[in-house]
């Protein structure tokens, strides 16, 4: 039997457990990425291998020795460094003596036929058309209420009275979806969170509004970036980021297998300052920074790994966007080596500049954005 394990990222671990195990497979579920699995990374890792290639790389690692025969990842395409990560980890692992099979699964607009020939590798069990229909509808409603359950943490974690209850109902809220087994549970467990995010006591708050954008891993995976949407939401401010999983897989995966134009809103809004394709998420990153301006946000935080150069292109970019747009604007470098209290310095510096711009404006007080939204 296959032994399959992944990459950790985020919460998306949970349907991608229920989706390989429902295929008929044994699933190695990875750990949440410790400091054991980054100094792996970086002790395997080539120098100039970027910190999500270091933190898969040590993840891969941990599977391994749990007894994983089987690796699944996904592939890209375009001058980003990522599209090759895969193969050089394969080779590293292997040169390390390790014993496995890598599925690595391209996006399907131009790789459909080799996308589908990997997909049938983990289908180890006979399924009819109607088991199909039913594994895809849980596990993407399981996958699409985590984005919620995520996103209606960062809207009620500046407005909570009570310090920490936000993450403390975010934390009940994965593990009811997690526990879930059928598609009704699901939706008696929206109902659920629903209800125990409106229980939290609020304060009526007008937040500093930050919008989040930058390379894919970083962004989604808490523990790259050190939980910085909890200290965000815990200095009193909104936090978006610009990218969840349910989204990314409707632009990059639904959208491009029809030759669609995925996430064409970020990219039409970055047409005039970055044109050309440079891989990875920099136009994006350029394009979600205009588009969270538009809206109104008071700052910007661009998250790249040290040496990203999809990013590095869209920070040499981004103060002139966000001058010509009136937002500010701050970029952090995440590595092995970034600690959590100097990152925590620097964003209560960010926070601060932007309350005494909002001040020295003295803007018409409104009902805040976040208020809106959870009308």
């Known amino acids: 039997m296959r032994r399959v394990s992944f990459p950790y990222m985020g919460t998306s671990y949970i349907p991608f457990e229920k989706l390989i195990t429902a295929f008929g497979n044994e699933v190695v579920v990875p750990q949440r990425p410790t400091e054991e699995t980054i100094s792996y990374g970086t002790k395997y890792a080539p120098e100039f291998a970027c910190y999500p290639f270091k933190i ?3 993840t ?6 749990a007894g994983a025969n089987t690796l699944v990842s996904s592939g890209g395409v375009g001058p980003c460094r990522a599209g090759l990560y895969t193969t050089l980890q394969e080779k590293i692992l292997k040169d390390l003596g390790y014993e496995f099979e890598m599925i690595v699964l391209e996006p399907p607009g131009r790789h459909l036929k080799d996308l589908m020939h990997n997909i049938k ?3 180890n069990t006979r399924l009819t058309l109607r088991d199909y ?3 895809g509808r849980f596990t993407w409603k399981q996958l699409v209420l985590l984005d919620k359950v995520e996103r209606l943490s960062h809207k009620t974690r500046p407005l909570e009275v009570k310090k920490g209850e936000s993450t403390q109902v975010y934390k009940k809220c994965v593990e009811l979806i997690a526990g879930a087994e059928e598609y009704k549970d699901l939706t008696d467990i929206e109902r659920e969170t629903q209800q125990l995010y409106d229980a939290i006591e609020k304060r009526d708050y007008d937040p500093i509004k930050i919008g989040i ?5 970083v962004l989604m995976e808490p523990s790259s970036n050190l939980e910085i949407e909890e200290i965000l939401g815990e200095l009193g401010v909104y936090v978006e980021r610009s990218m969840f ?3 990314y897989t409707i632009s990059n995966a639904v959208m491009d297998l029809f030759h669609m134009a995925g996430e064409r809103d970020a990219k039409k809004m970055a047409a005039p300052y970055f044109k050309e394709m440079c891989g990875g998420h920099g136009r994006e990153s350029i394009g979600n920074s205009i588009i969270f301006a538009k809206r109104g946000f008071d700052g910007i935080i661009q998250l790249s790994p040290f040496t990203c150069i999809p990013e590095i292109v869209a920070k040499s970019i981004l103060p002139k966007v966000c001058k010509e747009h009136g937002v500010r604007f701050l970029t952090i ?3 092995e080596q970034t600690g959590k209290e100097g990152l925590r310095t620097r964003l209560e510096a960010f926070v601060d500049l932007l309350m005494a711009k909002r001040k020295k404006t003295k803007p018409v007080k409104v009902k805040s954005l976040v208020a809106k939204e959870m009308a």
């Open 60 to 65: 891969y690692i941990q599977a391994l020795k």
């Open 333 to 335: 470098s995440l590595d």
């Open 133 to 135: 229909l039913n594994i």
């Open 245 to 247: 999983l349910s989204g």
């Open 213 to 217: 954008v930058g390379e894919i891993y």
């Open 56 to 58: 898969v790389l040590g």
């Open 121 to 123: 590798k983990l289908i």
